[in-house]
């Protein structure tokens, strides 16, 4: 930590202001969203357009005498979320959640999370965002935000884009948008942010990267208004981006070939989810919601 | 160990027999299941008998060098196997590998194996097969056992059923048939080792099990000759009553919503394999061949 710890009082309202920034932007999310839907116009040789245009579905879900473990050295888990998922004609599976728990991590993990090796009390709310598209020419895309308070308090959060199909345009617009949001707020933050994700985002029993990057960071903790502040932008960063990736592509034909590759694809979506993501580790042994937390999975894969 | 260690004589003409079983268990194994696969007749209202009957494709693989990581502290792997794979029409998709390898593990996940803490070398060498079926009538299966040697040396397996949906009877029957195959070699094996499986296929996150069970045995270093006829008589087991169970059901009709729960089931078996799947990891860490170790994933599975 670069600064003192803040009182009790600004603690709270800073746990609160970062709650209500989440809740904000899933709904600005979830708006622009239903409005692709709205838009889609069919593609030639699908049948997509006789699907009705998808909206989400709310599912709060709370944890409060069943969060507790018999083991006192396990995880023990308060609060709850809000599932939103949406099945649609252009987006196949989206879901967006938020949620805002607290309680004590489990022993063994409590050792390998910043202050809380001695105090394994936590608090932590954030937004996360996995979208499986029905076409194989527009890009999956993951997006998660949050704030995480222990003896220590930080921001952390990403965007990464992973085309079906190499596409160069795409990529450079992905990457750019959020560099602006980057520079706006740290001059080596992009630089650093990039790095980080395309060595986060990477299969290692592959030997290849899950996509094309994005920016990925983590126990950002300089300040904590101007951590606060970037960390909406990168929202904002990907509100704008994404959803104009969508709008240039949704309508383009594809072929059951390209299909094909998609659900090979995300069988490596699926493989590093599992195998190596942080997120759903840390859901999973924080005794989190499993729905929530494995709503990441694709709504089909193949492994041929 | 309960004995003293033998001689490198003694050590090295164990492995090659043991080496020698695994390869002669797959090649009866594959026969059996190509036998099934011409005796295919058809499903009513499908369309898999216009498919040819499945005939398992070889590949071998082999590490020489490329098995040798820069990092000292890294796994160092040799040796090889041969990945036997069908997409069949009774069979969706099935692998059965056979590998011996030999090296060096990392230094951290030699703490993990009995015996290497102080000398990480190893060898092993095992079978191991996972069948996904194109009927949501006949369970999926898995088999697998081994022979292991660091400073010690120990035999492991096991096999065990996933049902699509609840059916008695092929339960009982695959349960007495591995009950026979323990009670012949220790009275007290098909006990320990049948609750041994159903505390190791559980998924914790979803408090449920991987399917009905079987049996899972591991570290088992009573005496080689004997644990050596008890782990061919695993695999004769398996051989007797898995094709007898498919055989029973093939024909069987199914609903569009049969073949849905499958692939919602199929999903559940991604999670365990690549959550939890002791084999996967160990696969995996000791740099191994990934498209042998996920060959057990799926053909296809969905997290609708």
Chains 1, 2 share one sequence.
């Not at 527009?138 to 998660?144: D, E, F, L, S």
């Not at 299909?259 to 042994?285: A, C, I």
């Amino acid at each position: 930590m670069t600064s003192a710890a803040p009182s009790l009082d600004v603690t709270e309202d800073r746990k609160a202001q970062a709650k209500a920034w989440f809740e904000k932007l899933r709904d600005d999310i979830c708006a622009a969203f239903e409005r692709l839907e709205d838009d889609f116009q069919g593609v030639e040789g699908q049948t997509l357009h006789e699907l009705p245009p998808g909206r989400f579905e709310r599912t709060p879900w709370s944890r409060s005498k069943e969060g507790e473990t018999a083991d006192p050295d396990g995880p023990n888990l308060k609060g709850g979320g809000v599932m939103s998922v949406m099945r649609g004609r252009v987006f196949e599976k989206v879901g967006v959640n938020v949620s805002a728990v607290y309680g004590t991590f489990s022993k063994e993990f409590s050792k390998q999370i910043p202050g809380a090796a001695e105090d394994p009390t936590f608090w932590a709310s954030g937004i996360s965002l996995v979208a499986h598209m029905q076409s194989p020419k527009v890009p999956a895309v993951h997006m998660n935000t949050r704030h995480i308070v222990t003896t220590k308090a930080w921001f952390g959060g990403g965007a990464d884009l992973t085309p079906m199909k190499p596409n160069e345009a795409d990529t450079k617009a992905f990457h750019a948008r959020f560099k602006e949001a980057c520079d706006a707020h740290g001059a080596d933050y992009y630089e650093r942010f990039k790095k980080w994700c395309d060595e986060y985002f990477f299969l290692p029993h592959r030997g290849e990267p899950r996509g094309v990057g994005g920016i990925f960071y983590d126990y950002l903790d300089q300040d904590w208004e101007a951590d606060f502040a970037f960390t909406q932008d990168v929202g904002r960063a990907f509100l704008d981006v994404y959803p104009r990736l969508v709008a240039e592509h949704m309508h383009e034909p594809w072929t059951a070939e390209d299909r094909e590759h998609q659900m090979v694809r995300r069988g490596r979506y699926v493989e590093f989810n599992l195998l190596h993501d942080r997120g759903t580790k840390f859901g999973l042994m924080t005794g989190g919601n499993t729905e929530a937390i494995l709503m990441s999975m694709p709504p089909m894969a193949k492994w041929p």
